[in-house]
């Protein structure tokens, strides 16, 4: 089986949703299947955008793609497979698409692009992983979920909006992410870490990193010993309190042992999340999950169980339930030891093995019918 996957970039530092197509890259060849990933260098529309507005960030994806394939630069931050063929291109024209049996969407954008191409280059999937209203029109954002592909979708909160969109359950499954369990490990006891707590941070209004800072502010408050790391891909925010350290863009073996292994607790103030990656690898590491209920935490974390959850957007909650984790230990070590056995369940080889089943039983199907919008 021929699958080719199409990335809305190229990630010259980590994101999550980049890690998830590469993970089932590196599964799938390792299985005999062949495997490209196209990386574009821009989304159709970004050229008609103002250039004082969007000039400087065009001339760098265009230089990142230049760079790529006249340096054959490699993702630093992940592994891929040297097996898997990654093509970088200025667009998504018919003769940049290679004949496959599978061909990947893995955004509104991406698959908006597959719709128009004319030239059948495969059985058209989607691997859904947010519901992506936040980067798009939701009428164009929900008319890719509608279009005539076989979905794949990485929560059941998502599953759960498909089918409220009115697709067919032969149309879709849910497959939650794994996580690399070899990588993603304890380093330290999880009964003789100090009362740290770690966050990811980023400028994104809907990944809540203001409402997150708040919480560990009025926690501080209460508790002088407290400590707070944070990491991120961008340099260290002039807003941010001086007590908390800060890592700008750290190699992933400094995020398992420096910041997840040396926190005892870690903070997602998510307002959304398709699956919340870092909370689960910082679960994974050993770490109390204290989270929003963001939708993606829910795959893996049940409070009071795995993971202490609030609503979103109330600081309050959050910076409550980083008090009473440090001020109860007990319960610190018993959410964080549930938790680490609770994450074991999810790997990337069990979700390989139910995309591989899913993609080799659709292959063999007529494609699915273009939904009525209505319905």
């Given at each position: ?46 050229g008609n955008s103002s250039l004082l507005k969007n ?27 040297p097996r898997i063929q990654m093509i970088y291109v ?34 058209k999937f989607y691997l859904i992983q947010h519901y ?244």
């Amino acid at each position: 089986m021929k699958v080719v996957f199409i990335l809305p970039g190229y990630p010259c530092k980590p994101s999550g949703g980049f890690r998830v197509v590469y993970e089932y890259s590196n599964q799938l060849v390792d299985r005999g299947h062949k495997i490209v990933i196209i990386h574009l260098a821009r989304l159709p529309g970004e050229g008609n955008s103002s250039l004082l507005k969007n000039g400087y960030r065009l001339l760098m994806r265009n230089a990142t793609y230049l760079r790529n394939v006249f340096c054959e630069r490699k993702i630093g931050w992940q592994f891929v497979d040297p097996r898997i063929q990654m093509i970088y291109v200025i667009d998504l024209a018919p003769h940049h698409i290679p004949e496959a049996d599978v061909i990947f969407a893995t955004s509104w954008q991406t698959a908006e692009i597959i719709l128009k191409c004319l030239v059948c280059k495969g059985k058209k999937f989607y691997l859904i992983q947010h519901y992506e209203v936040w980067s798009g029109p939701k009428e164009r954002v929900e008319a890719t979920w509608r279009a005539p592909f076989y979905k794949v979708v990485i929560a059941r909160w998502l599953y759960e909006k498909g089918l409220d969109l009115g697709i067919l359950e032969e149309e879709m499954i849910h497959i939650p992410n794994g996580i690399n369990h070899e990588f993603f490990k304890i380093v330290k006891p999880i009964d003789q870490r100090p009362p740290t707590v770690a966050m990811m941070y980023s400028h994104l209004d809907w990944k809540g990193a203001t409402d997150g800072i708040k919480a560990l502010e009025l926690a501080k408050n209460k508790l002088p010993q407290l400590q707070a790391i944070l990491f991120g891909s961008r340099r260290r925010p002039l807003s941010l309190p001086h007590w908390i350290r800060y890592f700008q863009n750290p190699p992933q073996a400094v995020i398992r042992d420096q910041i997840y292994n040396a926190s005892s607790i870690y903070l997602c103030p998510s307002w959304t999340e398709g699956w919340a990656l870092p909370s689960a690898e910082a679960m994974a590491c050993g770490c109390a999950v204290i989270s929003t209920d963001n939708g993606g935490i829910r795959d893996y974390a049940v409070h009071e169980e795995t993971a202490l959850i609030s609503p979103p957007k109330t600081p309050e909650a959050l910076a409550r339930n980083i008090i009473r984790l440090v001020e109860n230990d007990a319960l610190r070590i018993m959410l964080a030891q549930a938790g680490h056995q609770n994450i074991q369940r999810f790997t990337w080889k069990q979700s390989a093995d139910f995309l591989e089943r899913f993609l080799m039983e659709k292959i063999k199907t007529h494609p699915p019918t273009a939904l009525d919008h209505n319905r």
